[in-house]
């Protein structure tokens, strides 16, 4: 793995790259509160076969760092991964995205179709379903009450920076099923890109700027085509006990989907599945990433007929 800094819509992304430099182009988005370092076990294998990148988001860790909260809107986000994808050749490339990570490939998937031949997500609703869950589902509600809190100006910034490593522990070994994963070194490792007030707050103001001003993206993304329903195969992988996000989020996944998506459900996994169970995480990636088009199977829209969906009238 080499540190690059590439330059992409007007900022610099701090990238860790690896792998051959004719290889298919990956892309592995990370969420909040985490870097690049989010696929560090992923990076090696990957690289084997793919030009794989990852980039820290705009805000986080090395990536710069832009004052206004205008900066943090989502089609920024979007415009930052399509100058990589045109940076490293321009063609179509594979997106893995976890967390926000997620929901910023889920809208390249309609913004920028041309420019995504495979979607896989990891605990990450379609956008559209997470939002209709804040308004109609009270236990989603409550799951999501941290976001809320971000929306308060420099007090959030103010307590995580100065309770660091109490938050990453919190984050991690607090919303896991197998806490003792994370040892301290993991805990300081992300600890370190908090040490700066003004990096907590620019990687916090993806809340501040994608949830607290939901009519910036299709207003600054006039002119490019939206596409309702997206065209390219998506493989979507979820730990079922994850404590931030219901599970009957995922249920209705193919609304969105010209081809019906691939679920894979991990019961014994939370938000952190990446973490916790990276060779398993691996192992469906390696396989949906090397599966023709023509090879492909798809089964039943994934609805679990146990649960009832509250999204359904």
């Known amino acids: ?30 969420g909040f509160p985490e870097f690049w370092y989010a696929w560090n076990k992923f990076i090696p294998p990957l ?22 909260l ?22 179509a490339a594979k997106i893995v995205g976890h967390d926000w990570g997620g929901a910023i490939a889920w809208q390249l998937g309609h913004y920028y179709a041309e420019k995504v031949e495979r979607l896989i997500i990891l605990n990450s609703p379609h956008t559209t379903e997470f939002k209709k ?9 409550l ?72 009519k910036a993206l299709r207003q600054n993304m006039e002119g490019v085509e939206y596409r ?8 979507l992988l979820w730990g079922v006990k994850d404590k931030y996000i219901g599970r009957e989020l995922s249920f209705n996944t193919a609304h969105y989907c010209m081809r019906k998506p691939k679920t894979k459900y991990f019961p014994e996994a939370s938000h952190w599945l990446h973490h916790e169970q990276p060779e398993k995480v691996l192992e469906q990636i390696e396989k949906f990433l090397n599966t023709k088009y023509s090879e492909v199977r798809f089964g039943q829209t994934a609805i679990d007929p146990t649960l009832p969906n509250p999204l359904q009238p």
């Open 1 to 30: 793995m080499k540190s690059q800094f590439i330059k992409t819509n007007g900022i610099q992304l701090h990238c860790k790259v690896a792998g051959p430099d004719d290889g298919e182009l990956v892309i592995l988005l990370h």
């Open 47 to 68: 690289a084997e076969k793919y030009k794989v990148v990852a980039p820290d988001l705009r805000g986080n860790n090395k990536s710069d760092s832009p004052k206004g």
């Open 70 to 91: 205008e900066n943090y809107t989502l089609d920024k986000y979007l415009k930052d991964i399509v100058g990589l994808i045109d940076h490293f050749g321009g063609k």
């Open 133 to 141: 869950a804040l308004k109609r589902n009270p236990f989603q509600m």
């Open 143 to 214: 799951k999501s009450h941290y976001m809320l809190w971000f929306q308060i100006p420099k007090l959030p910034d103010w307590l995580i920076f100065k309770n660091r490593k109490k938050f990453f522990r919190a984050t991690f070994r607090g919303g896991s099923v197998t806490k003792d994963i994370y040892s301290d070194e993991f805990i300081d490792t992300y600890a370190e890109t908090f040490s700066k007030k003004e990096k907590v707050k620019s990687a916090i103001n993806i809340y501040r700027g994608v949830v607290g001003k939901p």
């Open 228 to 235: 309702s329903k997206i065209s390219c195969k998506v493989l």
